[in-house]
């Protein structure tokens, strides 16, 4: 806070402020971007339950951020109404950190778990943040796929495979949701 600045006639014309934010943002996302290398090890060596509780310590420590208000605000909404991925959706909202991948790394995990709606509901809110993440909507198609839901995983999929139309994984696997849906 800086203190009145006397004008020329000798009277306060008022008081200048300056905000400063409690948080070390930079301290903060670098912590974030530990504990993520942390969780993708975890993740590739096969520790699935370990990725899972790294992830969530990275979204724990995401919570600090000064945007943090914004991004709760967008994953609530994930599960209150259905956010769909493609190439045209909203622009992804600024983040200080992605916290979209983070949340479609963990989705990941949780798949790999077997924990399939625990799986969705963070998918969805990483589509949520950014709808043109294709990790998130194509790990959303699989969750509900897992979860036997291929009328929902068809279009999820169809949306993951619209934002990335030459990933054969996705067209593998929107393929196979639709086969499931004929039977």
Avoid: W
Wanted: net charge negative; glycine share 4%.
């Amino acid at each position: 806070k800086l203190s009145p600045s006397p004008v020329a006639d000798g009277k306060d014309e008022g008081v200048v402020e300056e905000i400063y934010c409690s948080v070390d943002v930079d301290a903060v996302v670098r912590d974030c971007e530990a504990q993520k290398a942390k969780a993708n090890e975890s993740f590739v060596a096969g520790e699935y339950a370990q990725a899972v509780l790294l992830y969530t310590l990275v979204m724990d420590r995401c919570a600090e951020l000064p945007d943090s208000d914004e991004t709760d605000k967008i994953m609530a909404e994930a599960q209150t109404k259905k956010v769909s991925s493609s190439k045209n959706a909203t622009p992804p909202m600024k983040q200080l950190f992605p916290r979209h991948v983070i949340l479609s790394n963990r989705s990941a995990s949780f798949l790999k778990l077997g924990e399939h709606e625990k799986a969705l509901k963070d998918a969805e809110q990483a589509v949520a943040l950014d709808p043109t993440y294709v990790k998130a909507a194509f790990r959303k198609g699989l969750a509900l796929h897992a979860m036997g839901r291929y009328q929902d995983a068809v279009p999820a999929l169809g949306a993951a495979h619209t934002i990335e139309p030459k990933n054969k994984q996705i067209k593998q696997a929107l393929q196979f949701a639709e086969v499931r849906l004929q039977q």
